[in-house]
């Protein structure tokens, strides 16, 4: 949807927000790309004001990019939701069309796959999740097409272990599930996917085996992580959050402005800038 100048606005929604890389990453992207009318914000929105918000929206947004607590709560609110969003019932990016149908896709999922492929994992026959939350059904929708093989999910309560294994049964993946206080096991997987919040994972960090495989860890700040530290001392392969989060919004880019490929050297560059000011 064009406005009348011509200018086209996007930006990232959620609760809190003030700490969002996004907008360094999307204005990098239009810099690059010479799209010079085009703006890309950041908002402070919950669910509770989400549907108000979208629905005072005019014809100068081209979309959205959404994170917590919004990537469930705005699925009502569209009128197209695509496949693999639908999978693990979230939405990070919504595009307004043309012809003023709102859609709906996740590309935290193939922004994992790519950020794995980009270290050369395009494969792997088993893997562990540490975690259960959001990120970690996103995880598990990425290994439903990587992995050959199970996964261990390690959790801290029996309820997100039903969660997990539930989520395992819709994509098709076997999630074998086992108690926080094991995780050190999961350090022996070909492929770890660290999903927890800040310092949980600081206790492992000893744990860490002599030639360990490939740690990603979701997380961009703080960084790097103590286990991310620890692994990359041992020789193993790390990704990192930052990875995820520009692979992400490289996808998100390149369907907000139709423009393809959308510059990742560029918008990574920015993500980096922008966190050593911090």
Known sequence: MTSTDGRQRAAVLGSPIAHSLSPALHRAAYTELGLDTWSYDRFDVGE???????????????????????????????????????????VNTVVFTEDGRCVGDNTDIPGMIAALRERGVEKTESAAVLGAGATASSALAALSQICTGPVTAYVRSRERGVEMRGWGERLGVEVHIADWAEAEQALHAPLIIATTPAGATDGLTVAVPERPGTLFDVLYEPWPTGLASAWTSRGGAVVGGLDLLVHQAVLQVEQMTGRSPAPLAAMRRAGEEALAAR
């Open 48 to 90: 509770a004001a989400l549907p108000g918000f979208v629905e005072g929206l005019d014809g100068s947004w081209a979309g959205l990019s959404l994170t917590m607590p919004l990537k469930r709560a705005i699925i009502p609110l569209l009128d197209e939701i695509s496949e693999t969003a639908a999978t693990v019932e979230a």
